[in-house]
């Protein structure tokens, strides 16, 4: 695994395919999306995620808000690197993050902590009577599970998405499609 963070990489092969086969189950939940609203973070690699579901569920490609809260945590002097390199050459600072996955904050980075205030900020500003289709980051989904679900700091920080499913997620539920 690298640690991509706010580094804007481009969306791989695989990662396309997974963003065809949700916007096809997201079609299949929700049909032409009437009345939905559909935001993105600003990074390259959600912005085509979301064009990929937009084109699997029927829909133009570039209709669609950006957010920059919704911008992934920044993973500081991780950034670009792997786990077994950041292990290798300080793997004290790296293992470190197990003991306390929420308050982590690799050197020149934020936590998930930190996330979570621009994240509240952002969930809060939608219009609660609206339905929103998401394209984001795997540590703003964290912390806004954290957020929404009355997880625990440990759950919320150590969940893992799959890439090839989509989330319902609302104050006190989820479900995964």
């Known amino acids: 695994m690298r640690f991509q963070g706010q580094k804007d990489i481009p969306l791989n092969d695989f990662g396309r395919s997974q963003a065809k086969g949700n916007g096809k189950r997201l079609f299949e939940k929700i049909g032409m999306a009437d009345g939905i609203k559909f935001i993105s973070s600003p990074l390259s690699r959600t912005r085509e995620t979301m064009e990929i579901v937009r084109k699997a569920m029927g829909l133009k490609a570039t209709e669609y808000a950006m957010d920059n809260r ?76 954290y957020y929404l679900l009355g997880l625990s700091q440990q759950e919320a920080a150590t969940f893992v998405f799959p890439q090839d499913e989509v989330f319902e997620i609302t104050k006190g539920s989820e479900i995964r499609f």
Not at 80 to 97: H, I, M, V, Y
């Open 70 to 145: 919704l911008v992934e945590i920044s993973y500081g002097d991780f950034e670009g690197r792997t786990k077994p390199d950041l292990k290798t050459e300080n793997r004290e600072l790296f293992l470190s993050r197990k003991d306390d996955a929420w308050n982590f904050r690799p050197n020149n980075g934020a936590s998930q902590a930190d996330t979570l205030i621009r994240i509240a900020e952002w969930y809060e500003s939608l219009d609660g009577t609206q339905t929103y289709v998401v394209t984001a980051h795997g540590a703003v989904g964290r912390v806004l599970r």
